[in-house]
């Protein structure tokens, strides 16, 4: 068994608890809080961080709450054309997702009590939740959504205070969502606020300026990559994949082992940065689904929750193409970002936070691909784009970010144009 202790108790002094294990599935009378989200965040090929990734590739139900109907940006800047993620496309601020995490209670029946549950962001905005909390974003106008920069030391908060465990009767809001449904196949218990607003967990999500615990630098001498802690944490992360997603359905992946825990400067683990054509296969992403579960498990999540977050990311973690490395965050980690209290419940209540860090990796191809673009002879003809639209939309995800870092870093009159004519700028920054 490992040992996790509670965030904090507001209230009631720390104290060390022993993981839950998969002990409710043969008692159900004890207490825990189970939690488990994904941090992403991308890099360059010498492991920079990369702005404005808060595109929404996953939207949630038009139930939740958000820090705004309508972020906007400055009003003295032109928006771009769009939102995402509630907050002006492309925020250059925005080095970091938070994604879809969740809280589910367990609790013997007989629990009548209301529970209490802060979580702080640090270096973000928590910018959408259900059910209903209590909300504190520095930098958002509460009034006109107004969305101004997002410092690092930013410090934004949740707060739902008189959280219910409700019966089975109460249900979650009528939705035919993915990525709302697959979280709510656990066996914990229904939870409700004032007002009747009720669901089988607390979700939130956000967007934040800091920077994943790794960097990952390729290096083209020996065509490796060298995984570097970014901090002191990250010496003690464990579990690593590298992963490669290709738009035909077919992936493969490696189990990347780390060196032994060190405060050395030697990289915590290095690998090949490509696979051999064998590798790819529909086998291989089932495979590495079937690792990542396993892992999650012995993490400390039950079977059921390590199904629903997998369940929940299926599309994004092992369909959508691009090259991406897998990590469990430490739980220093996690509670140094997001900090937890939690009132209301018994001292001996167990608690297990597992996330999920990933980090999308700009690959050969999608830098071979921006290329093509940015050295295109006379952009302004007409037609001209034609030829690259198709392999611009297959840079993924984060395909805007990535075009306009390259327009930061190395501009060309091919890029300018490019950018102007489809409305990809981003969040212009103020000196």
């Given at each position: 068994?490992?040992?996790?202790?509670?965030?904090?108790?507001?209230?009631?002094?720390?104290?060390?608890?022993?993981?839950?294990?998969?002990?409710?599935?043969?008692?159900?009378?004890?207490?825990?809080?189970?939690?488990?989200?994904?941090?992403?965040?991308?890099?360059?090929?010498?492991?920079?961080t990369l702005g404005g990734i808060n595109t929404d590739d996953e939207p949630v139900p038009r139930f939740v709450h958000n820090i705004s109907g309508t972020l906007l940006i400055h009003p003295r800047v032109n928006a771009p054309r769009g939102l995402s993620k509630e907050i002006?496309?492309?925020?250059?601020?925005?080095?970091?997702?938070?994604?879809?995490?969740?809280?589910?209670?367990?609790?013997?029946?007989?629990?009548r009590g209301t529970v209490g549950f802060k979580v702080e962001f640090r270096g973000g905005w928590l910018t959408q939740f259900f059910p209903r909390a209590d909300v504190g974003a520095p930098g958002v106008d509460p009034k006109t959504g107004i969305a101004g920069r997002l410092p690092a030391d930013t410090v934004g908060w949740l707060h739902w205070p008189k959280v219910s465990l409700v019966g089975e009767d109460r249900?979650?809001?009528?939705?035919?969502?993915?990525?709302?449904?697959?979280?709510?196949?656990?066996?914990?218990r229904m939870l409700g606020i004032p007002g009747?607003?009720?669901?089988?967990?607390?979700?939130?999500?956000?967007?934040g300026n800091l920077d994943a615990?790794?960097?990952?630098?390729?290096?083209?001498?020996?065509?490796?990559?060298?995984?570097?802690?970014?901090?002191?944490?990250?010496?003690?992360?464990?579990?690593?994949?590298?992963?490669?997603?290709r738009s035909n359905g077919t992936g493969a992946f490696r189990v990347v082992e780390p060196r032994s825990p060190s405060l050395d400067a030697a990289p915590l683990a290095e690998t090949r940065d490509s696979f051999l054509p064998q590798d790819y296969s529909a086998a291989a992403i089932v495979g590495l689904r079937s690792a990542m579960k396993t892992a999650l498990v012995e993490e400390g999540l039950f079977d059921d929750e390590a199904e629903a977050l997998l369940n929940t990311w299926e599309v994004s973690y092992f369909k959508s193409a691009g090259m991406r490395l897998f990590f469990l965050t430490p739980l220093e980690w996690t509670n140094e970002v997001l900090p937890l209290t939690i009132t209301g419940l018994p001292k001996q209540t167990e608690?297990?936070?597992?996330?999920?860090?990933?980090?999308?990796l700009v690959s050969p191809h999608q830098r071979e691909v921006i290329r093509k673009i940015a050295a295109i002879p006379n952009p302004r003809a007409s037609g001209v784009w034609d030829?690259?639209?198709?392999?611009?939309?297959?840079?993924?995800?984060?395909?805007?970010?990535?075009?306009?870092?390259?327009?930061?870093r190395r501009p060309t009159e091919a890029l300018k144009v490019f950018v102007g004519a489809f409305g990809l700028g981003g969040y212009p920054q103020e000196p």
């Open positions: 068994m490992m040992k996790q202790p509670i965030a904090r108790i507001l209230g009631m002094a720390l104290f060390p608890l022993m993981l839950a294990g998969n002990f409710l599935e043969a008692a159900d009378d004890r207490f825990a809080v189970h939690e488990w989200g994904t941090f992403t965040s991308l890099q360059d090929e010498e492991g920079n002006a496309v492309c925020h250059r601020d925005v080095t970091m997702r938070l994604e879809t995490p969740v809280l589910y209670v367990y609790a013997p029946d007989g629990f249900k979650g809001p009528e939705t035919k969502d993915r990525v709302w449904l697959a979280p709510r196949e656990v066996k914990a009747g607003e009720s669901e089988r967990f607390l979700f939130y999500r956000g967007v615990p790794l960097r990952v630098v390729r290096h083209e001498a020996d065509r490796s990559l060298k995984i570097n802690p970014a901090s002191v944490a990250g010496r003690s992360i464990r579990k690593l994949w590298l992963v490669d997603i608690v297990t936070r597992v996330m999920v860090g990933r980090i999308e030829p690259v639209m198709d392999e611009f939309t297959g840079l993924g995800r984060f395909a805007r970010p990535l075009i306009l870092d390259e327009l930061q």
